[in-house]
Structure formats: C-alpha cells, structure tokens
C-alpha cells in the first residue's frame, strides 16, 4: 500500500526557514519522481518543487531561490527546505508521487507564516 506522511509543517515568523519531510512507503522509492505541492483553502493545489530519479529538480518561480527540494533513498524521504519565508508561503504543504496514471498524495501539513 502506497503511503506519503508529510511532517515539519508549523508558525513561523517572516523571514524564518522550516524543514518539510515526506517519508514514502509502498513503492521503490529511489525508482520515482518526488514532488511537493501546496494549496489554499479554495483553490488548487499548485506544483512547488519537483526531484527526478536523477537528482534533477525544478521549482516554481515564487519559491525558486529561498526553497530547496532533495532526497535520501536510503530514507526513503524527501525533503523541502523553506528558507526566507513570507506570508505568502502559508499554504497546506503535500508531497505527491505519480506511480503509472495513478497520483498518490500525502495528507499534507500546514505551514502559516504570520508575525
């Protein structure tokens, strides 16, 4: 059975840094892309940051800079390392995989940003 458990979310004040974690089972971890999303209540979830197999990552323009995405196989985790916070970041953070067609997601985990 696939599961995502996202962790670290939390308050902090502008400017501060957290660190998301995403432990994965079910599946050949180290074989996949990781991702990492975020949504408002009421609005879609927008892509953040994305890790290859290859270790090759991608970032949305708004984070691109302050977040950082990276993996540990050995884990089985992978991680987003939010740095320079704004209030802009609050969100409900999630980690996704796709495996074949099918998306799997975490339950996710908040992050308020707010002085």
């Known amino acids: 059975q696939v599961q995502l458990k996202e962790s670290g979310g939390g308050l902090v004040q502008p400017g501060e840094s957290l660190r998301l974690s995403c432990t994965a089972s079910?599946?050949?971890?180290?074989?996949?892309?990781m991702n990492w999303y975020r949504q408002a209540p009421g609005k879609e979830r927008e892509l953040v940051a994305q890790?290859?197999?290859?270790?090759?990552?991608n970032y949305a323009d708004s984070v691109r800079g302050r977040f950082t995405i990276f993996r540990d196989n050995s884990k089985n985790t992978v991680y987003l390392q939010m740095n320079e916070l704004k209030p802009d970041d609050t969100f409900v953070y999630y980690c996704?995989?796709?495996?074949?067609?099918?998306?799997?997601w975490g339950l996710g985990t908040q992050v308020t940003v707010s002085s």
């Open positions: 996704n995989t796709q495996l074949g067609r099918e998306n799997y």
């Open positions: 079910g599946f050949a971890f180290s074989s996949v892309a």
């Open positions: 890790i290859t197999v290859d270790y090759d990552t």
